[in-house]
């Protein structure tokens, strides 16, 4: 049965007695997803296809509609693995230029894997399309595309919440965005769910929790000076005025008598504080 037959065929099934019905059915193994999409294909069928779906169903009996049917989910099925398989050579192919370092031609190769795989019921198509979305994490985190990272990461959350590379991604996500708080959580859970037998990804890991607590200390007692909220503070931003404030003393208590003098030198003071100020300008 050719694709715009099908909704054909389904409009001819409403007429038939509910046991042969069944019984049809049942001997055709159809899912739940081939028929959502037979219904998809249908509904993007144009007047002349139906017209053909009509000539073609017209004088079927049941068993040879039964027949027709069946042949018809055998193309489907073959359809089904045949993207599955030219997907996995795609994503194949963006493992190879992820291991070159070339993250954005990587990205589109699984970008269009993980499309040609979405909804399909064949065997493989959804660890396929949670394989691609882990990759593409992987791209958007090499590229710094930190939103897009943890967009995929969420994806792959959403039905397995404790993937220990979403959760180790998603935190580096959030620490390229200073979203400490956030960071924390997701590799404090990263560590915890991280196996003893890979103590070498365990310590990459701890070595990042340290990074994003430290930064979250910082934060916090940024906030707790300027009376601030921790997640919205710039404490940097203040740092100049206190140091330009407090030349201005040092040269109004210069002696009157050495007056050229300090007009012709700056005040040790003064210099002082500019040092200051390149220091903390290098930190931040």
Known sequence: MNPEAMKAAMEMMKNMPPDQ??????????????????QQMASRMSPDDWKRAQEQMKGMSPEQMQQQAAQAQQHFSAQ???TVSASNALKAEGNT??????????REKYERAKANVEGLAAPGAAELRKACT??????YLNLKRWAQCIEQCNEVLRDEPESLKALYRRGQ???GQ???????DDLARAA?????????QLKLIREKLQDAKDQLSMQRAAAARSGGDASTSTPAAAAPEPASASAAPAAEGANKEEKKAQDAKPPAASASSSSSLSTQSQQQ
């Open 80 to 82: 089904q693995n045949y």
């Open 178 to 184: 200073a979203t400490w708080e956030q960071a924390v």
């Open 134 to 139: 882990l990759n593409l994490s992987s791209c």
């Open 21 to 38: 019905m069944q019984k049809m059915m049942g001997s055709m193994n159809v899912t739940p997803d081939m028929m959502a999409q037979a």
């Open 97 to 106: 230029l992820h291991s070159a370092g070339k993250y954005d031609e990587a």
């Open 192 to 200: 915890k769910l991280c196996p003893a037998s890979d103590p070498a």
């Open 173 to 175: 996500a959030h620490m």
